[in-house]
Every structure is written in C-alpha cells, then in structure tokens.
C-alpha cells in the first residue's frame, strides 16, 4: 500500500528509508510457470521513525494481494506451533478470563482455527477474523465462528452490534501485517470491555537486530514492533501497553498486553524492556545503519557460500520454502543455478516456484529419498522441530548451512 509522501504510518511525521532491500515479490506468492511473466513486484525500502520510533516499510502491496483465497500459510502444519497455540489458550484463559459463561473472545488473523478451537472446546463464545478465504473456511468447516474481512474500525463497530463486547482479542504473528494500524487500535479499543485485554505476539524487533534476521522483513510484516514502539501506538489510541513476555516462536517474539489506559498496574518488566531497548541503542537510527552492513555482509556470505559448493559440484537444496526465504533468495540473488530445489510439506507450495528467483518447491520425499550434501535451513524458525525428525540425513553425511545469526555450517 502506497505510503503517503514517506509519512510514518502511525505519527504521520516524515521519513526516509535507511535501506532498500531491491524489487521483491509477494513473499507468499508461490507461483507456476505461467504467472513469471506477470508476477508483481514492489520496492522493499524500510524506515526507522525517529518520532514515534516504529520500524516500518515504506510501502507495501496491496492486502488483497497477499491475504487471499491462495494464502498458502496453514498454522496448524506445524505440531511445536499447534502446541504453542495451545499454551497461548491457557495463558489468556487462566489469567484473563474469571467466568467461561458470558466471555466473549476474538481472534485478528485467526488462520485456520488452530488457536479458537481451543475456545470452541471450552464452550466459550468466540469470533475469529481471517480474510484468506481459504484458511477461514478450513476454520468455518470445524464450527469456529469466523468472519472472513479485514479488521479496521469500521468492522469492529460492525462485530460490536451483532456480538457485543469482547473481554479479551488476541492475535498472533498478525498485528504487525495490518498498515492502517492506528484504526485497528481505535477499533480494539472500541470493542473491548472496560477491563478487557489486548495481547498480541509478533516477531520482535530486538531479536531481529540481535540475530540480523533480516529475513523477518517481507511484505505481509509492514511494521517490526519493540516495546517502545507498541507502548507508543498504544497511548496514541487510548490503550496502555502493560506487561509483555518474551516468545521463542517464529525466531523470536514478544507477547503484548495491552488495556484500556489506567484499567490495569502497568508491571515492572516494561520499565525493563525500555531500559534494555535504550540501552541497545534501538530506538536510535545509527543502530539501523549497523543493520543495514550486517544485512550486507550475511548476503554476500551466502552468495560466496553457495558459488564456492556450486564450483565443487555438490548439492545443495533449500528446506523450507518460508515466507521469509523469499526475502534472503531475492536480496541476495540466489536462484536456480545454486539451490537445485526447496523441499516443503505444504501441499499448496508443492510443484511451484519460489516467488522472484524461481527455485522449484518440490514434496518433501524428494529431500527424504535422495539427500542432498547440504541443505540451507530457511525454516531456522523450526529448527528443533526440523532436528528432532533429521536425526538421519546427519548420521548419512548431510550439512546444514545456517545464515542466522551468520553463515555458517553444522556440523
Ligand atoms: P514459517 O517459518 O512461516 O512457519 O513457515 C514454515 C515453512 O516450512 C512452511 O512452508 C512449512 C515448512 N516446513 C517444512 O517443510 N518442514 C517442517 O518440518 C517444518 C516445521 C516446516
Ligand atoms: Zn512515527
């Protein structure tokens, strides 16, 4: 979505992109052969806002362009994402809600269901909002209440007249996708009871820096939250950012809470976190000229990596056609000629093209019968998931390259 003149998408002050990352494609937009010719690019310049302090993209396409009926992202595919969800479901029950009668809940970007099943199983009245059509259907079709739109103001005043208020919204890996996000706060804001909760994961900007994991930046993530950042956006709209929790889910995230401004003590970690943030030099635009010679140097890492196998003639395939690996193929120019193949256990990726550079996405026996010599890990996000069932492909002489937080090799 065009960016008004560079203005910051939450404090509307100026801004200039301290980086580009080049044309990128639609980071899930898994294509055939016959889509190359019209396939959709856009220029992928991220910013640093030195008022309000959010890390954002200066534009970014079209929401229908990523979140539609080909959405090829199914939460509950993976079974260390099914559990976290299912933790999640616990925490906010056990800590927010007193009574299972008269609890409303709702989920932003509820996917297909893998987190309000949890809900529907506790008979407790929920609504989710997906608008990939074909992800909310897989929810719809197990009984989860789901609306298939794009949560903004407007729609929260809709849910307010047909279902009431809620005690408690959630989302997770979402949030930071929506631009408009001052009207999704407005809207939460609305429909929240006076002593309703807000919480949200998202991957956080701290881990991104740590591990520049610049591959965290794609289209869907127009914003990279901190605590700074959040607690910000949250005054800005009548809420109150009052305790956050570290996550090890998708490479390092942070869980918000958030309530209507004054409603709940506001604990000491967020003093922590924003004294640690400080520290770290994160709110500081210099810390993002660091990040961009970090992102520099791992991308000419990998590339020099992966000529030098290519010039020793081993094989090296790609495990895990990630959303965020369309970022580290397309920024570091890495195609076919490097990476013979990515192997995914999506079935909607399978027999398809990574978007940009190409790389075919093939079914995951083709890594299981036939193993490379080395396999760049892009799912790094899963890596013990992905471990504990590759125990063989080590013991047979397989190597995994790594390129968070650096290029290199295991073992
Ligand atoms: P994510 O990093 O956005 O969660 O996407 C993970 C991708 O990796 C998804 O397309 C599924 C794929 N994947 C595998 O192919 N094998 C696996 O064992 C795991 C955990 C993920
Ligand atoms: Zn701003």
């Not at 801004?15 to 937009?29: D, L, T, V």
């Not at 690019?41 to 806002?49: D, G, S, Y």
């Not at 608008?131 to 009984?143: H, L, R």
């Not at 591990?211 to 914003?223: F, G």
Request: with cysteine.
């Amino acid at each position: 979505m065009k960016n008004n003149h560079n203005n910051c998408r939450i404090c509307n002050k100026n801004i200039a992109p301290f980086m580009s990352f080049g044309e990128m494609p639609i980071a899930n937009g898994f294509l055939s052969k016959d889509q190359f010719q019209n396939e959709y690019f856009f220029k992928m310049e991220t910013a640093f806002c030195d008022t309000c302090k959010t890390f954002q993209l200066i534009d970014q396409p079209q929401p229908t362009k990523m979140f539609n009926e080909n959405y090829p992202f199914f939460s509950s595919l993976s079974k260390y994402m099914q559990l976290h969800f299912e933790k999640f479901s616990e925490y906010i029950l056990d800590n927010f809600i007193s009574s299972k009668k008269d609890t409303f809940v709702i989920e932003l970007g509820s996917n297909d269901g893998i987190m309000l099943k949890n809900f529907k199983n506790n008979n407790i009245k929920h609504l989710g909002i997906e608008p990939s059509t074909n992800v909310a259907k897989i929810a719809k079709d197990n009984g989860i209440e789901t609306i298939s739109k794009f949560f903004d103001e407007n729609l929260a005043e809709e849910i307010l007249s047909n279902y009431g208020k809620a005690d408690a919204i959630f989302s997770a890996n979402c949030i930071c996708h929506i631009p408009n996000l001052n009207s999704v706060f407005r809207g939460v804001f609305k429909l929240l009871k006076d002593e309703g909760v807000f919480i949200y994961e998202d991957p956080y900007l701290g881990e991104m820096l740590k591990k520049t994991s610049y591959d965290q930046i794609y289209d869907e993530h127009v914003y990279i939250f901190s605590i700074t950042s959040v607690k910000n956006i949250a005054e800005r709209n009548g809420l109150e950012l009052f305790d956050a929790e570290r996550q090890i889910t998708h490479g390092g995230s942070m869980r918000y809470m958030l309530a209507k401004k004054g409603s709940r003590k506001v604990s000491s970690n967020i003093h922590t976190f924003l004294k640690e943030e400080d520290n770290l030099k994160m709110n500081s635009i210099n810390r993002f000229d660091i990040f961009k010679e970090q992102c520099e140097k791992s991308k000419k890492d990998l590339f020099d990596l992966l000529v030098k196998l290519k010039s020793q003639n081993k094989r090296v395939i790609g495990y895990g056609a990630t959303s965020k690996s369309t970022t580290i193929l397309n920024f570091s120019n890495i195609d076919e000629n490097l990476i013979e193949y990515i192997c995914d256990t999506t079935p909607l990726k399978q027999n398809k093209f990574s978007p940009g550079m190409h790389i075919p996405i093939k079914d995951y026996n083709n890594f299981k019968n036939n193993y490379p010599d080395y396999a760049v890990l892009f799912a790094w996000n899963h890596k013990k998931e992905i471990f504990d069932k590759e125990q063989d492909y080590i013991k047979k002489g397989g190597k995994w390259i790594h390129f968070i937080p650096e290029v290199s090799i295991e073992p």
